[in-house]
């Protein structure tokens, strides 16, 4: 499955963004879906995860309370949205696609190419 994410920009602290990722080559109803992050000078880590269904997600702590993961599966879509961003969220922001939401948290699968995410202070 190829991955295309969008939405990142620059956004004052306390803001919000919303970013998506479109999904094409594979039947995208059969992967759990997931975003992950990467600060400079730090490895990539977890952000949030759902099921093919929509209906099961978890996500890192912290991020709990101010990010949303979504999907559209007609669209082939999901979407995070994030809220009470601060400058520790600033990071490059990946999608990604596996075959569960523990192999997606795991960091096995299929990848974007990433958004930039930069909060200011």
């Known amino acids: 499955v190829q991955l295309v994410e969008s939405g990142g920009g620059l956004v004052q602290a306390g803001g919000s963004l919303r970013l998506s990722c479109a999904a094409s080559?594979?039947?995208?109803?059969?992967?759990?879906m997931g975003w992950f992050r990467q600060a400079p000078g730090k490895e990539r880590e977890f952000v949030a995860v759902i099921d093919w269904t929509g209906g099961n997600t978890d996500y890192a702590d912290s991020v709990k309370g101010r990010f949303t993961i979504s999907r559209d599966n007609a669209k082939n879509a999901i979407a995070l949205q994030m809220n009470s961003l601060t400058p520790e969220d600033t990071a490059v922001y990946y999608c990604a696609a596996a075959i569960s939401m523990a192999t997606v948290k795991s960091g096995i699968g299929s990848w974007g190419q990433g958004t930039q995410v930069t909060v200011s202070s």
């Open positions: 080559g594979r039947t995208f109803s059969d992967y759990a």
